[in-house]
């Protein structure tokens, strides 16, 4: 595997299910990132880590619980989600220093029913 | 406030027919700015990273200048295979975030 990978790339689940969303990147980077990516809006920053410290949380609400065990892998725990939380979820890594570029995985389709 | 504003929203070219995509930006301090390449479903494709005002980057028929103020995705005698949304993003100083605009969906026809 190279570049960065995302599981599952499609999810549905009702909003009284618990689910992962898995991220691993095969380029060295120390830093992660979560996007959420719905219809007609820009890419919204959900989590930042880096070496393994979350560095951002923009005001994301509690029912997405990041975590991130080591450099390579970065997880999202759903669960009781809401219809609104549907939408394109971007895994993304970086390496540190400087504008260093972002690379995204194919993201995960998320359907809330 | 930082913010990113690209124009249009929507482009429709025929093949051959070279034009620019806007982005517009403001930042307190720019580290970087970068354009992404997106198709329906997939994640952003990473195209060029600009750092100063009067850099330029080319790559096939994708040429990428940058001012104080915008920057510009010049395309040249586009095919229909560069049909996609073109994503622009700033990365502040003093942060780790890079802030996004909503992207020119671009569809160009034989």
């Known amino acids: 595997e190279t570049g960065v990978t995302q599981t599952p790339r499609h999810l549905v689940m009702g909003m009284t299910n618990k689910k992962s969303l898995k991220c691993e990147q095969h380029?060295?980077?120390?830093?992660m990132y979560w996007y959420k990516q719905s219809a007609k809006k820009p890419l919204e920053l959900m989590f930042v880590?880096?070496?393994?410290?979350?560095?951002e949380n923009n005001s994301v609400p509690s029912r997405f619980s990041p975590e991130c065990p080591n450099s390579s892998h970065l997880f999202l725990h759903l669960h009781t989600l809401q219809p609104e939380d549907s939408a394109l979820y971007l895994c993304?890594?970086?390496?540190?220093?400087?504008?260093?570029?972002?690379?995204f995985g194919p993201g995960t389709r998320l359907t809330v029913l | 406030e930082d913010q990113v504003t690209q124009s249009p929203e929507a482009l429709r070219l025929q093949e051959g027919e070279s034009s620019s995509l806007n982005c517009s930006y403001t930042?307190?301090?720019?580290?970087?700015l970068f354009w992404y390449r997106q198709d329906p479903g997939k994640g952003p494709e990473f195209l060029f990273t600009?750092?100063?005002a009067g850099e330029e980057k080319e790559k096939e028929r994708l040429k990428a200048t940058l001012t104080k103020k915008e920057s510009f995705l010049h395309i040249t005698a586009p095919k229909p295979e560069d049909s996609a949304t073109y994503l622009c993003?700033?990365?502040?100083?003093?942060?780790?975030?890079?802030?996004f605009g909503t992207g020119t969906r671009l569809q160009v026809f034989p």
């Open positions: 600009l750092y100063s």
């Open positions: 380029l060295g980077h120390n830093a």
């Open positions: 993304a890594s970086r390496g540190t220093g400087g504008a260093d570029t972002q690379y």
């Open positions: 993003a700033v990365h502040p100083a003093n942060t780790d975030k890079l802030i």
């Open positions: 930042v307190s301090g720019l580290r970087g």
């Open positions: 880590y880096n070496f393994k410290e979350q560095t």
